[in-house]
């Protein structure tokens, strides 16, 4: 990248790596002040910077080839989708710091686009962090993740939780994150499976409307908020709410709204099981609550699709997968597969084969290791 950045901008610039995430388990509990599993990886993203005095913002993706610049006095959005992750963190940035001014930047990295593996919260926290270097705003770490987040609602139009960011930006190596969307409590959890290991399967499907999909499942969540709220006032959120509340408002609300709220009820009280079982590193159980969080987001979260239900299935029975599920957003992307260490290449052949004869898909598969957050390579 630092090659790069010469050629195209000319002065020496710093680096950055920012990383992309896995979650074991609570999917789509981080905007109901839920509680989450995830873990910064190491595939992400390079980012090469440094100021320039020409108060434009000039990027360039090493990935799309494709560059784009703007004014910083006059920001839009572009057609170029890689650009308003930028331009939004951007945005929300200057609404509070007047410091900011040209900057040029250069970035490329290894996680798949679509895969689930949230290069969208790498490159987020990416720039956050760049524009902190270079004109010294002062942020925290947790502040930058929250930008990022705001940047993907008023910007992208993605009105997500504050899991991957938090995730790419706090990382921290051989651990995952146990964190608590609602306080932003976290703790660290070493994450050492022995003989077990985590295995990703790429579907390599992104299908269509996966964003507003994704909005539609959170205003499904506050329509269920709202209803348990006239019985029940003091609930703001779903963390707030019970199966047992559930039932007891089920007139009133349709069966898609149940069906989704008592999801993120469940996969909640799975990541507090989780986190035991993680403890008493009893991870057959452990592996079983994965199974348990696909069922519940393909069946009644209705955020799965056929290719993911496959891969889990194709594993459901293999003696040497502890468990498998969906991971990220869904409608595609990757499943994450806890796997006994000796069994991974005839599970990737056997998966492979079966995948392409169902799909004419190409499987990919990835083992990734936990890694730190976002950082300078070269300050
Ligand atoms: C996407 C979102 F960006 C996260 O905030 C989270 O909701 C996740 O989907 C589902 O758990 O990655």
Redesign the pocket.
Known sequence: MITIFKKRYGTGPRLLFSPGRI?LI??????NEGL?MPGAINKGIYMAFEKNDLQRVRMYSYDFDEEASAAISQIEPMSANWANYILGVLVELKKTNPKIQGFDVVFGGDIPIGS?L?SS?ALECGIGFVLNVLFDLGLKKIDIAKVGQMAEHNFVG?R?????QFASIKGKKNHVIRLDCRSLSYSYFPLFFLEYQILLCNSKVKHSLAESS?NERRSSCEIGVAALQKKYPKVNSLRDATLTMMDAIKASITDTIFKRCSYVIEENQRVQKATQLLKQRNLASFGALLFESHRGLSEKYEVSCKELDFLVNQVKEDPDVLGSRMM??GFGGCTINLIKRTAKPRLIDQLSTKYKEQYQIELECYEVELVNGTHLLKP
Not at 26 to 31: A, Q, R
């Open positions: 979650n609570g999917e789509h509990t981080d905007y989450v689930g949230s919260a993605v997500c939780g504050i899991m991957d994704y990220g957003g």
